[in-house]
C-alpha cells in the first residue's frame, strides 16, 4: 500500500481551479463580474494605503527575524508571503469586528492598530502576549494549531445572542474573523468549529491562509480536495481567492465579512498563498522542499504586484515609494529599540495571574521564591 | 562501545526495533522527510518506506485513535507528538480509549502503542513548547509512564518500550537530547523498562529525579562533595508503576529524601513518591521529604524559566533543609 500523494486537485494552481483573483502577478487589473462591485469604491489613496500596510507588515517580519538572529528574540514565525492575505482581510474587518489570529497574523495585528513591537514580547520570552485584546478587538496569539477558530465561533454566538447582526447600522452589526493555515484544518478543533458555526449560523468568517505547509507536510497531507470545498459539507459557503492578491483578498473578505454582518451566516475563504520563509527561525525548509518552488512562487509576489500596478496606473511615483520605505526603516527602527529595552519579567511575577482570586497557597510558594532569591542576594551582600 | 546522543540512541532504539519487528510503524507530525523536528526519526523513512513511517495530517487526536486502529490490527504504532504541550487534542484518546481498552474488552484486546513526547523546559521555547504533562499520564490506571536520562537508557528502553503489550507513554527530556555517552549497543540491557536505578551512591541524603533532572541531581551531588556532602541519585526512569524499592532502601540509609521535578508541585509524581517514602520508612525519616519542583504555575515566558525550573542551587537548597529539619 501506498499513499497516492499526487492529488493536484488538493494544491490546484491559479489554472485549474475557481480561484477570484483581481490583480495578476504582472500587476494587471482582471476584471470580475461580481467582486469588482465590492471594490469599486476603493480610490488611489486606499491602494497607496494597503501598498503601505504590505510593506510594514512585511518590514516587520524581516526586522523580527534580524532581531530573533541577533539573539533579541528565541524565535519568529514569518509571515513573508503572506502579506496580502493579511491585509486584504484585515482591511476588510470595522473596529466593532473581532479577530482571532495564529501566531503568524502579524500584517493583521498591524491593520487592527496593535503596536507591532507589542508583539515581539511573546518570541523574545518575556510575555505571552502583551496587548490588550479588548483595545484593538484582536485577540492574543494561538499556538496551540487550531484551537482559536472554536474560541471565534463562541464570540460571534455572543455578538449574535447580543442582537449585533442583522440591524442595519453599520457601526453595530459586527462579525468575528478566524485565522487559520491548511494544517490545522485537520484538526478536530477546526473541523467542530465549522460545526458549530453552521448549525448556530454564527457570524464567522474562517479565513484559511493555505501556504501549503505544514511545517514540512505539504497540502496533500492534509486533504485530498481543496480545502474551500469542505464548507459546502458544513452547510455554508466556501472559496478560494489569490491570497498574493490584496485586491481580491479585500473584496471576498467585505462580502464574507458583512454577510455574517447582516445575519446570513459564517463562510469559508481559502486563501491560496506560499508560505516563502521556513515554518520558523528554528525550521530548516531546504531539508523538503525544493527552491523551484519557491522561485515560482517569488514571481508572484504580493507586494510587487501591488506596485506594479500603481506604477501601471501611474498611482504613485518614486517619491511615494521612497517614502513609504522610510517610514518601514522607522518602524524597523522603533522594534529595534523597544525590543531591545524589554526588560525580562521580575522571576516572582509568574505567581500573578494564574487566578483572578489567588489562594493563599499560591501566595505561600510566590513568598517562598522571594525568600529563595533575596538569599542570592543576601550572599552577594555579604561578600 | 559507541557514543551517541540521546536523539541518536532513541532513533537507533527505533531502527532497531523496526528491523526486529516488521509491525513496528513511526507515525506523527514531521516524522518522515524531515526526521521530526529533533530529527528523532531521521533516515528512518527513507530505510524503512512510508507504510511504515509517516507524516500524518495535523490532528493529535488523529495520530492517537487511528493509531489504537492499527494496533487492533496488529500492528505496533509508536506516535511521536511533537512537543509536550500538544497532547492534548489527543488526551482524550489516550486517557478514555488507550488506556482502557485492555480492561473493558476482559483482557481480551491489546494496545501495544508506544507514546514519543520530547517534554520539559530549559529551551528558550515558546508557550507549549516546554511542558511537563507526565502527572496526567501517571494519574491514569492502564498506562505505563517512563522517562529516560542517559543514551543508554534512551536506546533500551525504547525498544523496551516498542516491545511491551501494554501502552507506554515514553517522555524524552527534550533540552539533554544532545547530551552524549559512550555504551555498547550489542550488550543486552540490565534493567527491564519499569525499574528505577541508582545513579550516584552516598549516605547523607537521596535524590530521586527522572528525566532532565537526572543531569541536575548528578551535578548537585558532585557540587555537594565540596561541603563534604554525599549524596545519593537515584533515576527513577518509572513513574508508573514506581519502582520505589531502590529509594526505600536508600531513604533508610540516608533518612533524607529530595524529590525533584520539572513538573508543577501540586499532585506531581514528587507527591506520591513523598507519600509512599512515608509509609515505607517512616522510621527512618529524619526529615519530611522536600520536593523541589516547578511552581504551582502555568509553564512561564521563556526569559523566567531558568528561575521557575529547579537548578543545582535549588537541589542543593532543598537538600539543606532535609539536612537542617
Known amino acids: 500500500m501506498t499513499v497516492d500523494t499526487a492529488v493536484t486537485s488538493a494544491s490546484g494552481t491559479a489554472a485549474d481551479t475557481e480561484l477570484v483573483q483581481l490583480l495578476t502577478p504582472e500587476g494587471e487589473r482582471v476584471p470580475h463580474e461580481h467582486y469588482d462591485t465590492l471594490i469599486d469604491d476603493i480610490t488611489a489613496d486606499e491602494i497607496r494605503d494597503l501598498y503601505r500596510d504590505l510593506t510594514m507588515s512585511r518590514r516587520i517580519d524581516s526586522e523580527a527575524i534580524a532581531l530573533q538572529r541577533q539573539g533579541e528574540l528565541g524565535l519568529w514565525a514569518s509571515l513573508l508571503g503572506q502579506e496580502a492575505a493579511q491585509v486584504g482581510s484585515a482591511r476588510a474587518l470595522r473596529p466593532q469586528d473581532h479577530v482571532f489570529p495564529t501566531y503568524r497574523e502579524h500584517g493583521v495585528a498591524w491593520c487592527r492598530g496593535v503596536d507591532p513591537a507589542q508583539l515581539l514580547g511573546l518570541f523574545r520570552g518575556v510575555d505571552q502576549g502583551s496587548w490588550d485584546p479588548k483595545e484593538n478587538n484582536f485577540h492574543l496569539y494561538t499556538i496551540v494549531i487550531g484551537a482559536q477558530t472554536l474560541h471565534a465561533t463562541g464570540y460571534a454566538m455572543g455578538v449574535q445572542r447580543d442582537g449585533a447582526i442583522g440591524t442595519g447600522d453599520p457601526e453595530r452589526d459586527a462579525a468575528v474573523l478566524a485565522y487559520f493555515g491548511d494544517g490545522a484544518t485537520s484538526q478536530g478543533d477546526v473541523n467542530e468549529a465549522f460545526i458549530w458555526a453552521g448549525v448556530n449560523n454564527a457570524p464567522v468568517v474562517f479565513f484559511c491562509q493555505n501556504n501549503q505547509w505544514a511545517i514540512s507536510e505539504p497540502l496533500e497531507r492534509q486533504t485530498r480536495v481543496p480545502l474551500y470545498r469542505r464548507a459546502h459539507g458544513f452547510g455554508f459557503p466556501g472559496l478560494r481567492v489569490d491570497g498574493n492578491d490584496v485586491l481580491a483578498c479585500l473584496a471576498v473578505s467585505r462580502e464574507a465579512l458583512q454577510r455574517a454582518r447582516d445575519g446570513e451566516g459564517p463562510s469559508l475563504i481559502e486563501a491560496f498563498t506560499y508560505r516563502m520563509g521556513a515554518h520558523t527561525t528554528s525550521d530548516d525548509a531546504s531539508r523538503y522542499r525544493l527552491d523551484s518552488e519557491l522561485e515560482s512562487w517569488r514571481l508572484k509576489d504580493p507586494v510587487e504586484r501591488v506596485k506594479a500596478y500603481m506604477t501601471r496606473e501611474k498611482m504613485a511615483d518614486q517619491a511615494f515609494f521612497d517614502g513609504v520605505e522610510a517610514e518601514a526603516e522607522q518602524l524597523a527602527e522603533h522594534l529595534r529599540t523597544t525590543c531591545r529595552s524589554m526588560p525580562d519579567p521580575h522571576p516572582t511575577t509568574i505567581f500573578d495571574h494564574v487566578y483572578v482570586d489567588t489562594p493563599p497557597t499560591l501566595r505561600a510558594q510566590q513568598e517562598e521564591m522571594a525568600r529563595y532569591l533575596d538569599s542570592f542576594v543576601d550572599e552577594k551582600e555579604a561578600q | ?325
Open chain 2, 1 to 325: 562501545m559507541t557514543a551517541l546522543t540521546i536523539a541518536k540512541s532513541i532513533n537507533a532504539g527505533l531502527r532497531r526495533a523496526m528491523d526486529a519487528d516488521a509491525k513496528v510503524l513511526v507515525m506523527g507530525e514531521d516524522v518522515g522527510r524531515l526526521g521530526g523536528v529533533f530529527r528523532v526519526t531521521d533516515g528512518l523513512q527513507k530505510d524503512f518506506g512510508e507504510d511504515r513511517v509517516f507524516d500524518t495530517p495535523l490532528a493529535e487526536a488523529g495520530i492517537i485513535g487511528t493509531a489504537i486502529g492499527l494496533a487492533l490490527r496488529g500492528y505496533r504504532p509508536v506516535c511521536e507528538i511533537q512537543f509536550d504541550g500538544f497532547v492534548f487534542p489527543g488526551y482524550d484518546q489516550i486517557v478514555s480509549q488507550v488506556a482502557k481498552m485492555h480492561f473493558r474488552s476482559g483482557g481480551r484486546l491489546r494496545l501495544p502503542i508506544t507514546i514519543r513526547i520530547p517534554y520539559g523546559g530549559g529551551i528558550g521555547a515558546v508557550e507549549h513548547h516546554s511542558e511537563s504533562p507526565e502527572g496526567y499520564f501517571a494519574h491514569t490506571p492502564g498506562l505505563k509512564v517512563v522517562s529516560c536520562a542517559s543514551p543508554a537508557d534512551a536506546y533500551w528502553m525504547i525498544q523496551q518500550a516498542i516491545a511491551s503489550d501494554d501502552p507506554i507513554i515514553f517522555f524524552e527530556p527534550k533540552r539533554r537530547y544532545y547530551e552524549k555517552a559512550e555504551f555498547d549497543l550489542d550488550q543486552e540491557p540490565d534493567l527491564p523498562l519499569n525499574a528505577s536505578r541508582v545513579v550516584a551512591e552516598g549516605s547523607d541524603a537521596t535524590l530521586a529525579a527522572y528525566g532532565p533532572m537526572v543531569k541536575t541531581c548528578l551535578e548537585a551531588a558532585t557540587a555537594a562533595t565540596d561541603d563534604g556532602r554525599s549524596l545519593e541519585v537515584i533515576d527513577l526512569r518509572t513513574l508508573s508503576p514506581l519502582d520505589l524499592e531502590p529509594v526505600y532502601a536508600s531513604v533508610r540509609r540516608t533518612g533524607r529524601l529530595v524529590v525533584v521535578h520539572e513538573a508543577q508541585r501540586t499532585l506531581g509524581v514528587g507527591t506520591e513518591v513523598a507519600a509512599r517514602v512515608t509509609e515505607e520508612c517512616f522510621y527512618s525519616l529524619e526529615a519530611p521529604v522536600v520536593r523541589v519542583t516547578g511552581y504551582d504555575t502555568p509553564y512561564p515566558p521563556a526569559r523566567v524559566e531558568e528561575d521557575y525550573l529547579p537548578d543545582l542551587d535549588r537541589v542543593l537548597d532543598g537538600v539543606e533543609r532535609a539536612l537542617s529539619y
